[in-house]
């Protein structure tokens, strides 16, 4: 990884712990894409990006971009959350955020806020697929009816 790339992830999130082991992660929200670690032994995805693969153990692992297409696995309204606010988020409104199971594997799973749907018609199972936000000066990967 070049040293400009990390010095403009470590500026866009200032408020976010990056380490070697998601960094690649964060650069490639920079770039609207959804990066994910797949062993490149036993071709599995795996979340969070760990260094090593929790199915066979192999360190070569690359973070591979997926489509962000998946289903609603489960999902909360929340209410409440962080006492300084966050732009954009409103809890009195109810902010809706999801555990999506992508499509590339059974059972890989990310979470984000749904975007482009009222919070009374989210329902698990419904197709999403991938819609980045603006945040706090980076992109954040959001999810919106497929
Ligand atoms: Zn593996």
Not at 23 to 38: T, W
Request: aromatic share 10%.
């Amino acid at each position: 990884m070049p040293d400009s790339n990390v010095k403009e992830v470590l500026e866009r999130f200032p408020n976010t712990w990056i380490d070697r082991d998601n960094f690649a992660m964060f650069e490639g929200f920079l770039e609207k894409r959804m990066l994910i670690n797949r062993c490149q032994d036993c071709q599995k995805y795996f979340q969070p990006p760990w260094p090593s693969c929790p199915n066979c153990w192999s360190e070569n692992v690359e973070p591979t971009e997926v489509s962000g297409n998946g289903v609603v696995h489960t999902f909360v309204i929340l209410h409440t959350g962080a006492l300084v606010g966050v732009e954009g988020v409103d809890y009195m409104k109810g902010y809706p955020l999801l555990v999506v199971e992508l499509e590339e594997q059974e059972g890989l799973r990310v979470t984000g806020p749904m975007v482009n749907c009222a919070n009374e018609d989210i329902r698990i199972g419904m197709p999403v697929r991938l819609n980045w936000i603006e945040r706090q000066g980076h992109p954040v990967p959001a999810f919106q009816p497929a």
